[in-house]
């Protein structure tokens, strides 16, 4: 994409499953002000009333609002429950009652934005949920949008971690759009930013308490930070590359394990020559804290989780990282609020720029 430099107008946003905020962070840094996030789950909303105390926060079930009270809005923003599509899940799409799809489509048919963006789970793609996915494709053009579609790795954008997200961006009539180029990772000038380099300074924090015990029936495969050596589904983090995706059920024994000496990588040579299981404790090794999965996400240390372990840790695994919602957002800015009349000329279609909110 070229470069444009960005002018930040502030043009108005709604974020909606706000969760902890991790969208509504990255729209901000990308120069959208948004006014209201609704959001219903407790811990998220007081985790999100702490970060964010200028945006009016609305914590009703999506199902139970007007949208028509935002028109005027510029961007729907919004990543729906994914559960109904995850392949940790069941994946029962439609049949999910946690499906929130259809709200967002609701939202954008009532509001009638310049834009939108929806951000979900790379599975809503699979071959399982290609008719749904094609339903909601139909669904954004029958209300006047272009729509593009494309998986972005969040580790491409300056996260310290391997994070695949499906985003829906759409315009009101017809714009040229392009998704963000990679800054980080191969064919770029940077290269990814490592889980140790992220790692290395957080400020410290209460420790995770969850135990790290070698597997009584261990699952090798040839890679040492893949297979299962200890209990639990939390693997070790090689703090030479991304880490991996940070699941929103961390907090216990599925919380990536640091191991800064290499203990458990020595313990895997040991066991691909032949060695037995061993048991009990794995001494020093541990597993990651709040602030450091905050950090893989690219969340700011100074932006503050709040209720029980286990629902920070839900909130930082369910959110969209920061810094990849930022590249979007200011992707879908560029297009539709080009700071000069050249570039508006280069890459916006009339129709996108002087939008009509008529209801079709």
């Not at 914590?59 to 559960?83: E, H, M, N, S, Y």
């Not at 216990?252 to 040991?270: F, K, M, V």
């Amino acid at each position: 994409m070229k470069n444009i430099h960005l002018q930040k107008h502030f043009k108005t946003a709604i974020d909606l499953f706000a969760g902890a905020g991790g969208l509504s962070l990255g729209l901000h840094m990308a120069g959208w002000n948004v006014t209201t996030a609704i959001e219903n789950e407790k811990w998220a909303i007081a985790t999100y009333q702490q970060n964010f105390p200028a945006t009016h926060l609305i914590t009703k079930d999506a199902r139970k609002i007007d949208f028509t009270q935002f028109q005027g809005i510029d961007l729907v923003a919004g990543g729906p429950p994914c559960q109904p599509f995850s392949v940790a899940g069941k994946q029962l799409a439609k049949a999910d009652p946690r499906d929130r799809v259809p709200e967002f489509i609701r939202a954008v048919k009532e509001i009638r934005p310049p834009a939108f963006l929806m951000e979900n789970v790379p599975g809503l793609q699979t071959t399982k949920h290609i008719e749904y996915s094609q339903w909601l494709y139909r669904e954004f053009r029958r209300l006047g949008y272009s729509v593009y579609i494309d998986v972005l790795d969040a580790a491409s954008y300056g996260v310290p971690q391997h994070r695949d997200r499906l985003f829906f961006v759409g315009f009101l009539g017809k714009c040229l759009f392009e998704f963000p180029e990679k800054t980080h990772g191969k064919g770029t000038p940077n290269p990814y930013i490592s889980a140790g380099e992220a790692l290395a300074d957080v400020p410290a924090d209460e420790p995770n308490t969850a135990k790290v015990t070698y597997a009584k029936n261990p699952v090798l495969r040839p890679s040492p930070w893949a297979g299962m050596l200890v209990n639990g589904q939390g693997r070790p983090i090689n703090l030479n590359e991304p880490c991996r995706t940070i699941p929103a059920t961390a907090g216990g024994n599925r919380t990536p394990i640091l191991d800064p000496d290499g203990i458990l990588l020595e313990y895997h040579q040991y066991l691909m020559k032949g060695g037995m299981p061993k048991s009990g404790t794995v001494e020093g090794v541990r597993r990651l804290t709040v602030r450091e999965c905050a950090r893989a996400q690219s969340f700011p240390d100074t932006f503050t989780f709040v209720g029980s372990k286990t629902a920070q840790y839900k909130q930082i695994g369910n959110a969209v990282p920061p810094k990849l919602a930022k590249a979007v957002a200011e992707a879908i800015y560029h297009s539709l609020y080009p700071p000069t009349l050249d570039d508006r000329a280069k890459w916006v279609y009339p129709s996108c720029y002087e939008v009509k909110r008529e209801v079709k």
